[in-house]
């Protein structure tokens, strides 16, 4: 057998292994891509950019509550790769997360089969690349999962199910980003935005008077928030981040960076051509883009300009952001309704306050949550845990709350035990807003506002119907509180999503620890983990 039929056995027989490990009572899904850099003209300047497949975006995963995805990443780049999956809360699982805390990067012309669960999870989210400034490249897509066919969903299959990912580009090389960042420079102002990889005009939606879409929108961008709506239609709103909401009526949705939601249309307007818009909110100067929403039948041509939206008003997202509630009567991948978990009623166990911050280090732009900037170890932490290896992080380098002290450079862990239930606080004393993710996690966003939080603050809490997701923003001079069950053993990524932000610093990662030690908590290392830094050779 020549070397490379016995590699090609031993991927296969590896593959064969890791499923065999899997849930064997619910179905799979194979996927094989090829990340390549290829030409893109997004903005109509030619680009280098991260394809997947050929695509960009890259290939769309589809599939069903407890779905097992097989997906083999072949990286050929000449720099290491990893892939992440935004919201996709990878239970007992943070080994496929695919970000440096838990995961060896892809070595250039290597390869690497994720191999993953969506247990307990419905809804709309993305995939994206999360290594260095990636992400600036392209190499996101969108990922959907659909509820059972056994479980009731609250409103009518649509005619049409689309994804629309949207968001802030820049013509610079994600190289060129990476370098002004390294610098201790500050990256320009956005060039442009995008709709599914296009400028404006670029994308078209098909549809049919009088029928009803689903549209699934996400902002996949590295810095700004964005405001989304459609000419002369409605937006139901049915989802976010995995939760059926109150299906409130919107002339324009708020999405911050890293965050998703549902809406339903009706093409109810006469026969023609309708721009669907995003633009940039909370920024000096506005960038627009545009989309088609076209009608069959339709000879081309709008209806005057497209509308315009909100701009830099903070109370008009704050008071959009609240009246997004919990259908407490729907159920979510299970059958039980929503509301049948009461997060409201349960004890606490503590409290976590984070505050942002832009600090200066050592003459150079960085950012900070507690006054700690994070730096990235030689060794993933998760590996560094998993084996004992000392030195690499300290637990308890991440404070619990703002420590006064001068900012300093640091491998950042928090550790928490499992099980918990933790009040997370993010407080935004700067002039920007923030969003932040939560790997591995949905939160209950229990009540934001403006000025600083305080105890008190927990009085006006919504302990009753609030959403909860994996995203959320802080507006400027603000605080937002969340509720978090933490029930997810592993290493889990905290972290701002803005990308530059990320990069210097504004993140850190949280250890969910069982002393257990068991199958139960947390599934063993897997059997293809790539090995680096201090783990070789364990």
Not at 245 to 250: D, E, K, P
Not at 415 to 438: K, L, R
Request: charged share 15%.
């Amino acid at each position: 057998m020549g070397d490379s039929a016995f590699s090609a056995l031993i991927s296969v027989l590896s593959v064969l292994s890791l499923v065999l490990c899997s849930n064997a009572e619910d179905p799979y899904r194979f996927y094989t891509w090829n990340v390549t850099y290829g030409d893109i003209y997004p903005l109509g300047v030619k680009q280098q950019g991260i394809l997947i497949n050929g695509q960009f975006p890259g290939p769309p995963i589809e599939c069903v509550t407890n779905d097992n995805l097989i997906i083999n990443v072949f990286n050929s780049l000449d720099e290491p790769f990893l892939i992440s999956w935004n919201g996709v809360q990878q239970k007992r699982n943070s080994w496929q997360d695919g970000v440096y805390g838990t995961n060896c990067p892809i070595p250039p012309g290597g390869n690497f089969t994720y191999v993953l669960q969506v247990k307990d999870q419905i809804g709309s989210y993305f995939y994206f690349p999360s290594l260095g400034f990636h992400k600036a490249a392209g190499g996101y897509g969108g990922f959907k999962i659909a509820s059972r066919s056994v479980i009731p969903v609250p409103f009518d299959p649509p005619a049409g199910d689309f994804t629309v990912l949207a968001g802030d580009w820049f013509v610079k090389n994600h190289t060129d980003l990476r370098a002004t960042l390294d610098s201790g420079t500050d990256l320009p102002f956005p060039d442009g935005l995008l709709i599914n990889g296009r400028g404006s005009n670029g994308y078209i939606f098909p549809v049919d008077q009088g029928k009803t879409y689903r549209f699934r929108i996400s902002n996949v961008g590295t810095a700004t928030s964005i405001n989304f709506r459609i000419q002369g239609h409605k937006m139901l709103l049915v989802e976010v981040e995995g939760i059926h909401t109150l299906q409130n009526t919107y002339d324009s949705i708020d999405l911050h960076l890293g965050q998703s939601c549902s809406v339903l249309v009706t093409a109810d307007q006469p026969v023609q051509d309708y721009y669907m818009v995003v633009s940039t909110r909370f920024t000096s100067s506005v960038l627009t883009s545009t989309s088609i929403l076209r009608y069959s039948g339709s000879a081309g041509g709008f209806s005057g300009p497209p509308p315009g939206g909100p701009t830099i008003q903070i109370d008009w997202s704050l008071e959009q952001a609240r009246s997004f509630r919990r259908n407490l009567t729907a159920s979510g991948p299970r059958p039980n309704p929503q509301g049948s978990y009461h997060y409201g009623m349960i004890n606490v166990t503590r409290t976590i306050r984070l505050v942002n911050s832009a600090p200066v280090i050592n003459g150079k732009q960085r950012y900070a949550i507690n006054s700690v900037s994070f730096i990235p170890s030689d060794t993933p932490m998760k590996l560094a845990d998993h084996f004992n290896i000392q030195g690499v992080f300290s637990i308890g380098s991440m404070p619990d709350g703002p420590t006064g002290a001068g900012a300093y450079l640091q491998t950042a862990v928090m550790g928490a035990d499992f099980p918990g239930y933790a009040e997370v606080v993010f407080e935004n004393p700067e002039d920007s807003v923030q969003s932040w993710h939560i790997d591995g996690h949905n939160f209950f966003v229990v009540g934001m506002d403006g000025g600083r939080w305080s105890p008190s603050s927990r009085l006006n809490y919504n302990l009753q119907d609030t959403v909860s997701r994996c995203t959320v923003q802080v507006y400027p001079q603000s605080w937002t509180a969340a509720y978090m069950p933490l029930d997810n053993v592993g290493m889990w990524n905290v972290r701002s999503e803005n990308w530059a932000r990320q990069y210097l610093g504004q993140q850190f990662y949280l250890r969910v620890f069982s002393p257990a030690n068991s199958w139960r908590d947390e599934n063993p290392i897997p059997s293809n983990a790539l090995l680096c830094g201090r783990a070789i050779g364990h």
